[in-house]
């Protein structure tokens, strides 16, 4: 018996139960009028049921998982029992069924709890990406004291296949990580920023309505483009590319160059800059333009002295933002950026970043009680905090400014 | 004070600043597709050949009892090796002649062996049928081989070439419209490969996490923006949540599914199910966030109108106001499900990851996703490959336009519902 079926058979008794309830109140309603009508009669018997024996189903799944392994072969009792319930409670609320009862306040009182329950639900995905980072990382950090991983400079997480094998002892120094990280985080900023910055200034300053209307949602082509197809661009095109021109210039480029998958990155992050940009910029009072111009300031002027002064908290908010989704960008860097940890502040060099780790230490068969799987948890952790401390503050950051001009 | 003529070419020079960084912009997303749709477009051809096979009955149905199970289990191979050598009789010495067979893809004995399923009265005749080109065979047939290089540098060498001149001199080596990249799941050869396995995966994936959180996504806006207390230090907490899950990099969700579902509950690793459920938290802050967007801009006059007629709170909202909302609600929802489709990074952490032939038949079947494939593919160098990834990009870029156009479309007629 497999818990499709006996939710399926819950189903339809809860149909059955549905039309019982409204039978019995059609039957009163020929005496006097009731307080609710007859479909919510109807509808409070089968809910009420079904959520009991629902709930009843769960909580029995979840104790079989973690107490009763031995009970999972009697799902049959399982069955039985949900049943019953489902028809105990059914009987319950079927002699409450009167002229007074208040069957429309009570569902409604269900479908209030039931959408504050899922409202509950994003706390607890955060709890749960919270507890399982943290979880696994204290295993880690057991094995590994966190001032060796937060300060090594050292990165080889091979462990030894053998006891007593020479060389491979692992290492698990994250410094070359971060640097890695923080390197094509700064490269693909050098391009985002001033790049998505410009446009959204001609855009909100100078462009025509047509312009605008026909420019704007390219570029915001460039947002919805999977990663991983910016991924194949970098290796298929900007790397050969920027290899062939250092080759030019007499500069020795490795072909996973922190530069071509800090570009490419750069350019998928420049929708993002340029459509918060344009939101703050617009957001900038008009009549703190029209004072500047009319004081004979040319546009440029008083782009330059007044409305970048006056958005700039805000600009800086999306800036860091936009950090913050190049740090936690995946795809692009384990595509272009390459696997060996060097720590190196070179672009032409290959470096790895934290997110590259995560999946190389994850892809695979993996063991959960070694180090090697478990740092990756650690980095996760350490990914998790930086961008929720920089989304933090640009969040921040953005609404003060808002608030301010409102 | 600088004289105005130097003011004025700042203003110019800004200005074009501002113009080349929208130009630069915008031709970087042109040679993005152009790249693409030039290193692809040629995947949506496949090269075959024309063999004229004689079914021998000596060969595969010695018993002559037309019995299936007998039939299956015989050399069709020697078929086409038969074929072959009657075409080019010149060829001789095992070396030459295995190399000769290597221009034929090594799917040709099971077409054959399907063919002769569904046809069981070809047995004793003989007939022409096109087969699959070997993967090299058709990059120089596309263009992609250069026939003037000298021969240590190209992958066909001077016989084969000889060969397959022979062949287009006959007009038995043509082009067709690629029904193996639609109908076909991964393979080691990229003649044989097709995205079907991946797009079955991709579907399951989407399905999971449409059925999951439209409903959970929709729910939560309904709550947070009609019955939430106002000022409610844990509404507040719930929606600081909310914003900052929206900002969480993707790959912490694969975390999450990997800790969570596949080693607290003991799912399976691979499956759609779970790369569903995961993509499907991915998608929730989005979908909640656009969500309430569309239930605040729907004008208060709706739901005061139900409430003064004597309409309960529940029934004013779920009567009035949700149906007004929900073009704006399912503009997010397919904004948060293209998302969806196109993100690789959660999956690939639990475990969506892996070489599978077989098209995945139900939720809990291993599979790969669009995306997954295409990454999988850019990891090999074959010029074969590199095709097929282009064109596989462009499968997935044709489905986010066009779910992403149903968005605007959707947008467009919310606005003007609230006009």
Same mark, same amino acid.
């Given at each position: 018996m497999n818990i499709t079926t006996i939710l399926i058979i819950i189903g339809l008794l809860g149909v059955s139960a549905y039309y019982t309830g409204i039978r019995k109140s059609l039957v009163l309603r020929e005496e006097r009028l009731l307080h609710s009508t007859p479909v919510y009669h109807g509808a409070i018997l089968a809910v009420n049921s079904s959520l009991a024996s629902i709930l009843f189903i769960i909580i029995w799944i979840f104790l079989e998982k973690?107490?009763?392994?031995?009970?999972?072969?009697?799902?049959y009792i399982l069955f039985i029992i949900s049943i019953l319930i489902f028809i105990l409670t059914a009987v319950i609320t079927f002699k409450k069924? #009167?002229?007074? /009862?208040k069957a429309r306040d009570k569902l409604e009182k269900i479908i209030e709890l039931f959408l504050l329950a899922c409202s509950t639900l994003a706390v607890l995905v955060t709890i749960g990406i919270v507890l399982s980072v943290i979880f696994e990382s204290n295993k880690f950090f057991s094995a590994v004291p966190i001032s060796d991983f937060l300060f090594g400079t050292h990165w080889s997480p091979?462990? %030894?296949?053998?006891? $007593?094998? *020479? !060389?491979? &002892? !692992? +290492? /698990?120094? +994250?410094v070359p990580l971060f640097t890695g990280t923080f390197l094509i985080a700064f490269i693909a900023m050098c391009i985002a920023g001033p790049i998505g910055l410009m446009s959204a200034i001609y855009l909100s300053e100078y462009a025509s309505k047509k312009v605008r209307d026909i420019v704007k949602p390219l570029t915001e082509i460039l947002a919805g483009i999977p990663t991983v197809v910016y991924g194949f661009f970098a290796v298929i095109v900007v790397a050969p590319f920027i290899r062939n021109a250092g080759q030019h210039f007499g500069l020795e480029i490795a072909s996973e160059s922190a530069l071509a998958a800090g570009l490419v990155m750069g350019v998928m992050i420049i929708p993002f800059v340029s459509s918060i940009s344009d939101d703050v910029i617009n957001a900038v009072p008009q009549n703190l333009k029209n004072g500047s111009l009319g004081l004979g300031a040319t546009k440029s002027e008083t782009i330059k002295k007044v409305i970048i002064p006056a958005a700039l908290p805000g600009i800086i908010g999306g800036l860091l933002l936009a950090v913050s989704r190049a740090i936690g960008e995946t795809m692009i860097v384990v595509m272009a950026a390459g696997m060996s940890a060097n720590l190196t502040a070179n672009p032409f060099e290959a470096v790895t970043t934290v997110t590259v780790q995560i999946v190389v230490l994850l892809v695979g068969d993996q063991e959960f009680d070694s180090p090697k799987t478990l740092s990756a948890f650690a980095l996760g952790l350490v990914l998790f905090c930086v961008t929720l401390i920089l989304n933090y503050i640009a969040l921040h950051i953005v609404r003060k400014y808002r608030e301010q001009y409102e | 004070m600088n004289n105005l003529k130097s003011r004025l070419a700042k203003e110019k020079r800004f200005k074009l600043y501002g113009i080349a960084s929208i130009t630069l912009a915008l031709f970087l997303l042109t040679l993005l597709f152009v790249s693409i749709f030039s290193q692809g477009y040629t995947a949506f051809q496949e090269t075959k050949i024309q063999l004229n096979i004689n079914f021998d009955e000596k060969i595969i $149905? %010695?018993?002559?009892? #037309? $019995?299936w199970e007998i039939i299956k289990k015989s050399n069709f191979n020697l078929l086409i090796k038969n074929s072959i050598s009657e075409l080019f009789p010149e060829v001789s010495g095992r070396s030459k002649k295995r190399k000769l067979k290597?221009?034929?893809?090594?799917s040709a004995e099971y077409q054959l062996r399907d063919y002769v399923k569904n046809?069981?009265? *070809?047995? !004793?005749t003989n007939q022409k049928i096109w087969v699959l080109a070997d993967d090299d065979v058709d990059m120089l047939i596309k263009g992609h081989?250069?026939?003037?290089? %000298?021969?240590?540098?190209?992958?066909? $060498?001077n016989d084969e070439l000889k060969w397959i001149k022979f062949l287009e001199s006959k007009k038995l080596i043509k082009k067709f419209f690629n029904k193996t990249f639609f109908t076909s799941g991964d393979s080691s050869e990229s003649e044989q490969s097709g995205i079907l396995g991946a797009f079955i995966g991709s579907l399951f994936a989407l399905s999971i996490t449409l059925i999951l959180s439209f409903p959970i996504g929709i729910a939560t806006a309904i709550y947070l923006e009609e019955f939430a207390p106002k000022n409610n230090k844990l509404i507040d907490f719930v929606e600081v949540n909310i914003n900052n899950l929206a900002a969480v990099p993707s790959i912490i969700f694969g975390l999450l599914g990997l800790a969570?579902?596949?080693? @607290? @509950? !003991?799912m399976p690793r691979s499956v759609p199910l779970v790369g569903g459920m995961v993509l499907s938290l991915m998608t929730l802050p989005t979908i909640i966030i656009s969500s309430r967007a569309a239930l605040k801009s729907v004008p208060p006059s709706i739901k005061e109108g139900a409430l003064g007629v004597g309409a309960s709170k529940i029934q004013a909202v779920f009567h009035h106001v949700v149906p007004v909302a929900l073009p704006g609600m399912m503009t997010g929802t397919i904004i948060g499900l293209a998302q969806a489709l196109g993100e690789s990074a959660p999956l690939l952490i639990i475990g969506m990851v892996a070489f599978i032939v077989d098209i995945p038949q &139900?939720? &809990?079947d291993p599979a790969t996703a669009l995306p997954i494939q295409i990454y999988l593919w850019a990891d090999t160098p074959e010029r074969g490959f590199v095709e097929r990834t282009s064109a596989a990009i462009m499968v997935l870029l044709v489905f986010l336009i066009f779910m992403n156009s149903a968005a605007v479309y959707l947008r467009k007629k919310f606005e003007k519902d609230i006009g």
């Open positions: 973690n107490i009763f392994l031995e009970l999972s072969s009697s799902r069924i #009167k002229h007074e /009862f091979q462990m %030894p296949i053998r006891e $007593d094998q *020479v !060389g491979s &002892t !692992g +290492a /698990f120094g +994250a | $149905d %010695p018993t002559k009892t #037309k $019995d290597k221009i034929i893809s090594n046809n069981i009265e *070809v047995i !004793g081989i250069n026939r003037a290089l %000298p021969e240590n540098e190209r992958r066909i $060498d969570i579902f596949l080693n @607290f @509950f !003991g &139900t939720m &809990t």
